[in-house]
């Protein structure tokens, strides 16, 4: 029942942001810069500021600090515990899994839940773009049997159903520009990509540790992500951003509401004046998200939800500097 209502809008809904992409993104690209930039300035301009592959100094341990950095010579010599402090690697290798399934092409807020997955998009590279470092993607659109992976040469990529396309990491901004340009372009296609299949893609061919970003609304079980995600986690820094809608969390009073779920074209009539239908619906989507937020915990990823309905740059603002404040301090989150 969460699950329909979730990709029913009762309103009309805007333009899709393909037909309209380059002026889109051009402000988009306004927004961002003018907003992130003398914000997140600093010794490192990833998204996750972690500890990069060559040795530093050594200090001693705090609660929270990663055991597996701990400096035992120095703590045999000490009697105190010491870490071992790494230089941030300055040739960031970032990777984008963005799932464009039906439920994304959906939004009752300010936005569509994809047009927040292209902002997202759009941060992420401004954040890691710089200093030579790359930046790739790979995407999944809609059900189905899934079509081999296709590379990336320029313009929309090619979609069918249940298409994973993968956009090589590249360097520079003119090539960050063409891979936005790339996703905002691509077509939802109907059903549910398997998000799992889609993690997974990153972790093949194994590449240097890096950061690994998966942008989706998480609605698939839980049990066909949780487990890529933990083996991503192994080699990379990954966060999940997740994507939601307020009428995914609660259902309006507004009488008798038609909702369709475009990923399987079934109709339902849904009486909302009942107020023991409207709690039943909050709380199993409240349950569902608790279950969303646990597996992504047990993974190992950190976790940042966006809504349509709120300032979603701000949002990741606050994230990144509550990030970076954590490490500042010697924790780990």
């Not at 003119?174 to 893609?201: F, H, N, W, Y």
């Not at 998200?289 to 300032?311: E, F, P, Q």
Request: with cysteine; charged share 25%; glycine share 10%.
């Amino acid at each position: 029942m969460a699950r329909a209502a979730a990709v029913t809008s009762p309103t009309p809904r805007p333009a899709p942001l393909a037909d309209r992409s380059e002026a889109v993104l051009s402000r988009l690209q306004l927004l961002v810069t003018r907003k992130l930039d003398g914000l997140l300035q600093g010794d490192y301009a990833g998204l996750l500021p972690g500890p990069g592959s060559e040795a530093g100094e050594s200090r001693e341990y705090r609660p929270g600090d990663d055991v597996r950095r701990m400096d035992w010579p120095v703590t045999a010599r000490t009697t105190t515990a010491h870490v071992r402090r790494t230089v941030a690697d300055r040739e960031l290798e970032t990777w984008l899994a963005l799932d464009l399934s039906a439920s994304l092409d959906f939004g009752t807020g300010q936005c569509l839940k994809r047009e927040v997955v292209v902002a997202a998009a759009a941060a992420i590279t401004h954040l890691t773009v710089r200093g030579g470092n790359r930046i790739g993607a790979v995407i999944g659109t809609g059900g189905g049997a899934s079509a081999p992976a296709r590379r990336w040469r320029g313009g929309p990529p090619p979609t069918g159903p249940g298409a994973f396309t993968r956009l090589p990491a590249r360097s520079g901004r003119k090539e960050a520009q063409g891979l936005l340009r790339a996703v905002a372009g691509t077509a939802i296609q109907p059903g549910r990509s398997d998000l799992g299949a889609l993690v997974d893609m990153l972790n093949r061919p194994p590449r240097r540790r890096g950061v690994a970003v998966v942008v989706s609304d998480f609605l698939a079980p839980a049990e066909q992500w949780a487990r890529p995600m933990r083996k991503l986690r192994v080699r990379h820094d990954v966060l999940a951003i997740e994507v939601v809608d307020p009428r995914e969390l609660e259902l309006p009073d507004v009488g008798v509401l038609p909702v369709v779920d475009p990923e399987s074209g079934e109709l339902h009539e849904v009486q909302t004046a009942d107020p023991r239908l409207r709690q039943r619906y909050t709380e199993a989507a409240a349950a569902q998200r608790a279950a969303i937020a646990a597996a992504l915990r047990g993974a190992g990823a950190a976790h940042l939800r966006l809504r349509t309905d709120r300032d979603w740059l701000l949002d990741m603002v606050r994230f990144v500097a509550a990030q970076r404040h954590a490490r500042t301090r010697g924790t780990t989150r």
